[in-house]
């Protein structure tokens, strides 16, 4: 069942049985670049990341991120939703996708989609977004969607900076 629909998308929930698309994507390599390496390294792994990541947050906080699939096909091509980390004070977007499904226009259609579900439905204000500061694509498609730059920061427990983004 569909959360979000956009003309070509459908974001659902993850559950275990989506395993073998997340062990495939947490492991390629702008994934391991950009966002890091989670360790998952099987489908025990990967069901393990599902259960303890986005289904945590779908029971805790009533969002997460979800599973892109086109819509026709049903076909996983990416990630895309709301996370709440504890080093930050509000909510942020985040996305990823196969790399055969990038510049295409589907992370903007999703990211577009979960912003609008986040105001309208979840009536979040703010919104905001980490990124690596090499992550030209990542970067553009933010300042796309409307997120402005704000700060360099550091997460917490992390070596590497990020930049932050935000809503006006």
Not at 141 to 152: F, T
Request: aromatic fraction near 8%; hydrophobic fraction near 40%; charge should be positive.
């Amino acid at each position: 069942m569909c959360v979000l629909q956009t003309d070509r998308l459908c974001l659902h929930q993850l559950s275990t049985k989506d395993a073998p698309f997340i062990l495939a994507l947490l492991n390629t390599p702008g994934w391991l670049e950009f966002i890091g390496d989670r360790g998952v390294r099987n489908l025990a792994d990967a069901r393990n990341y599902i259960l303890n990541g986005p289904v945590a947050s779908y029971n805790q906080r009533g969002f997460g991120l979800y599973l892109v699939t086109l819509t026709e096909s049903r076909l996983p091509i990416g990630l895309c939703g709301l996370l709440k980390r504890e080093s930050l004070a509000d909510v942020d977007i985040g996305f990823a996708f196969m790399p055969e499904y990038t510049r295409q226009g589907y992370a903007y259609e999703a990211a577009s989609a979960v912003l609008t579900y986040a105001r309208a439905t979840l009536d979040l204000k703010r919104i905001v977004a980490i990124t690596a500061p090499g992550n030209q694509r990542s970067i553009s498609l933010l300042e796309r969607l409307g997120l402005r730059y704000k700060a360099i920061i550091k997460l917490a427990g992390q070596t590497e900076e990020s930049i932050l983004y935000e809503t006006s």
